[in-house]
């Protein structure tokens, strides 16, 4: 309990700042992918889910090439940014995505859960709960995608790292250590901003993923009724599943490849 109300005080200041830390994501190239990969798989419809949803970027970039989004995130907090930036052609929810059942209702042209938010699945069993809603809630030949960079091979055990962001108003810096433990990763972020005449510190900021490789990834979305493929950091080239800090796209089509989604394990 004393995590979740430590969680919740962090994000009421941290949700603010959230989209100046991560400037420079490029939000709409993998948005674009994305609606190029539901084209070729035939996928027409424009009604999408996407879980874990964020403060709404991806959303956004969505909303602005036509698609209904429904937006699902645990974080209250990031969800009322979210509903700031997108007033029009998206709904939020609070929600689990190893629950979606709860918040969610109806089948989906497709369903996204992007910005490495599957890996905050720690076991294979809330993997397979998390995979086994997406199904649930895909329309038959419908598609399903999701990306990570952190698997067994890629994190990186006692990495430090560094950020800052300035955009004229506020001036910050993130630092950031991560470790190991079996097949879990932690990453632990510190902040320090300067908003106007505020100095803010923020500590704690704990997040752990479950580390799965490549196959593990394949073998349970073909498992709850998928036909699985994986590709390279935003393009159509097949993943080895080897780079590290580069992102793997997974993507499951529903009941049979619609068009030229395919089986094969690369």
């Known amino acids: 309990m004393g995590d979740l109300v430590h969680k919740r005080a962090l994000y009421s200041q941290l949700a603010r700042y959230y989209d100046r830390i991560y400037w420079n994501k490029d939000y ?17 419809g424009r009604k999408l889910l996407e879980v874990g949803c964020g403060t709404g970027n991806h959303t956004k970039a969505f909303v602005a090439r036509g698609y209904e989004v429904t937006g699902v995130d645990l974080s209250s907090e990031v969800l009322r940014v979210a509903r700031e930036k997108v007033r029009r052609g998206a709904k939020f929810v609070r929600g689990d995505m190893r629950d979606l059942d709860a ?39 419908g598609v399903v995608a999701f990306d990570t960079h952190f698997t067994k ?76 493929h994986a590709y390279s950091d935003w393009t159509f080239r097949k993943s080895r599943g080897t780079a590290a800090f580069k992102d793997t796209v997974f993507v499951g089509c529903k009941r049979g490849p619609p068009r030229n989604c395919d089986a094969d394990r690369v």
């Open 103 to 141: 918040v969610v209702q109806g089948e989906y042209d497709a369903v996204v859960c992007l910005f490495s938010t599957i890996s905050y699945n720690l076991t294979t069993s809330d993997l397979r709960k998390t995979v086994s809603g997406f199904h649930r809630h895909t329309i038959g030949r």
């Open 28 to 44: 709409d190239r993998e948005v674009e992918f994305l609606v190029n990969l539901f084209h070729r798989q035939g996928v027409t």
């Open 153 to 228: 091979k890629a994190f990186l055990d006692g990495y430090r790292g560094e950020d800052i962001f300035d955009d004229g108003r506020a001036i910050g810096a993130r630092l950031s250590v991560s470790k190991r433990s079996g097949d879990v990763g932690e990453i632990s972020f510190t902040y320090l901003i300067k908003d106007g005449g505020k100095v803010i510190t923020l500590r704690d900021d704990i997040h752990r993923f479950g580390l799965f490789d490549q196959e593990e990834f394949l073998e349970v979305l073909e498992e709850v009724g998928f036909r699985p």
